[in-house]
Nanobody, 115 residues
Framework: QVQLVESGGGLVQSGGSLRLSCAAS????????MGWYRQTPLKQRELVAS???????NYADSVKGRFAISRDNRNNTVYLQMNSLKPEDTAVYYC?????????WGRGTQVTVSS
């Protein structure tokens, strides 16, 4: 059974930092493209960052220079380091994994940035 479990969300002041983690099980992590989406009640789900099996990152323009995605294949975990957070980064952040043409999702973790 595939499981993606996010952690690290919370409440932070504008300009602060958070590090999200996504622990994966039930998949061959090293063969999975991974990433993070976020969603707010008023916006469509937005791709925040992704990382390929060769650790090539990709970022949304809105987070370039502030967020960094990384992966630890030994521990089956993908991370999202978020710096210089802004109120508009407030959202539920979802981890995903793509392998064999299938996409798996975590349940999300809330990030709230106060002004």
């Amino acid at each position: 059974q595939v499981q993606l479990v996010e952690s690290g969300g919370g409440l932070v002041q504008s300009g602060g930092s958070l590090r999200l983690s996504c622990a994966a099980s039930g998949i061959v992590f090293g063969l999975s493209d991974m990433g993070w989406y976020r969603q707010t009640p008023l916006k469509q789900r937005e791709l925040v960052a992704s990382i390929t099996i060769r650790s090539a990152p990709n970022y949304a323009d809105s987070v370039k220079g502030r967020f960094a995605i990384s992966r630890d294949n030994r521990n089956n975990t993908v991370y999202l380091q978020m710096n210089s957070l802004k109120p508009e980064d407030t959202a539920v952040y979802y981890c995903y994994a793509i392998i064999g043409g299938r996409t798996f999702w975590g349940r999300g973790t809330q990030v709230t940035v106060s002004s």
